[in-house]
């Protein structure tokens, strides 16, 4: 039995190493493209998932998980509970689990629950996964963790870069009109979160010069942090391994973080993704 439990939309991926420990739960996502409905958790084959996408002249949907969903992990042992969830202005997520904790405190008093809106997605939230499992180790109280998990979330930065923007096409974050020099130009946008957002910074000709531009603004942006080296880099990627290790090359030839996590996307995030995407949070 183990005093703690930290849950997480399935947006967060974890590494391999965590995916059954017990300490860890994933409330999944939903998704339905042209009518099917696709369960956002490890029997998923994000392979064929994505092949489906590709296929579909619709736009694809996803619902997040309802309030019983959350309400069902906090039946627990633990006595300490840390809900991450994604971004609440990508999704209603978080408010889905802010009321899922309002309904179980209603009934019991036995349980500290923190809700944490990660403003970010993917591995922005298993940085704050992990995050709370070292703070927890190493022995400090709940309202302590609570502070410095809040702290440490508004100091995740997140870029990514995307090889098919099909799906922001669709769902009409990006213009038909830029959509299409994506496409027929080879443009590849620098995409970042900002303040829980996506917002575009930049576009290059093909993937590999958007990748030294995001991998540039990731080393401005780090050369003068203090904790560089207490610091963790996650790269997930979307059925694009290659990419995500020249990725980590780069950023390890003019950065030092403590630790390089590559990891492949959910199905949430393949299904915003697509194929070809890299996702860089730190």
């Known amino acids: 039995?183990?005093?703690?439990?930290?849950?997480?939309?399935?947006s967060c991926e974890l590494p391999s190493s965590l995916k059954?420990?017990?300490?860890?739960?994933?409330?999944?996502?939903?998704?339905?493209?042209?009518?099917?409905?696709?369960?956002?958790?490890?029997?998923?084959?994000?392979?064929?998932?994505?092949?489906t996408i590709k296929a579909s002249k619709t736009c694809p949907k996803s619902s997040c998980p309802s309030p019983d969903l959350f309400l069902r992990q906090f039946d627990t042992?633990?006595?300490?509970?840390?809900?991450i969830t994604i971004s609440s202005k990508l999704s209603g997520c978080y408010n889905s689990a802010m009321l899922a904790k309002s309904m179980y405190e209603e009934e019991h008093d036995d349980k500290d629950i923190l809700v944490i809106d990660s403003l970010s997605a993917s591995g922005g939230e298993c940085l704050l996964a992990l995050k709370a499992m070292e703070l927890e180790e190493a022995g400090y109280d709940f309202d302590e963790i609570s502070v410095r998990l809040n702290n440490?979330?508004?100091?995740?930065?997140?870029?990514?870069?995307?090889?098919?923007?099909?799906?922001?096409?669709?769902?009409?974050?990006?213009?038909?009109?830029?959509?299409?020099?994506?496409?027929?130009?080879?443009?590849?946008?620098?995409l970042a979160g900002k303040m829980g957002d996506i917002v575009q910074l930049d576009r290059a000709i093909g993937l590999r010069k958007a990748w030294n531009q995001m991998?540039?603004?990731?080393?401005?942006?780090?050369?003068?942090?203090?904790?560089?080296?207490s610091r963790r880099l996650i790269?997930?990627?979307?059925?694009n391994f290659k990419g995500a290790v020249k990725v980590r090359e780069m950023l390890k030839s003019c950065t030092n973080f403590k630790e390089y996590i590559i990891m492949n996307t959910s199905g949430l995030s393949s299904l915003y993704a697509n194929e070809g995407g890299i996702i860089v949070v730190y």
């Open 1 to 10: 039995m183990c005093d703690y439990k930290i849950i997480a939309d399935s």
């Open 20 to 51: 059954e420990d017990k300490r860890f739960a994933l409330v999944p996502f939903r998704m339905e493209i042209d009518g099917v409905n696709y369960k956002d958790n490890s029997s998923l084959n994000i392979k064929s998932f994505l092949e």
């Open 152 to 190: 440490y979330r508004d100091h995740i930065s997140t870029y990514f870069v995307l090889d098919n923007i099909e799906t922001l096409r669709k769902n009409g974050r990006l213009s038909k009109l830029r959509a299409l020099a994506a496409t027929t130009l080879n443009i590849k946008p620098l």
């Open 77 to 83: 042992d633990a006595k300490r509970i840390y809900v």
């Open 215 to 229: 991998v540039k603004r990731i080393a401005k942006e780090t050369e003068n942090l203090k904790d560089m080296q």
């Open 235 to 239: 790269i997930t990627h979307c059925n």
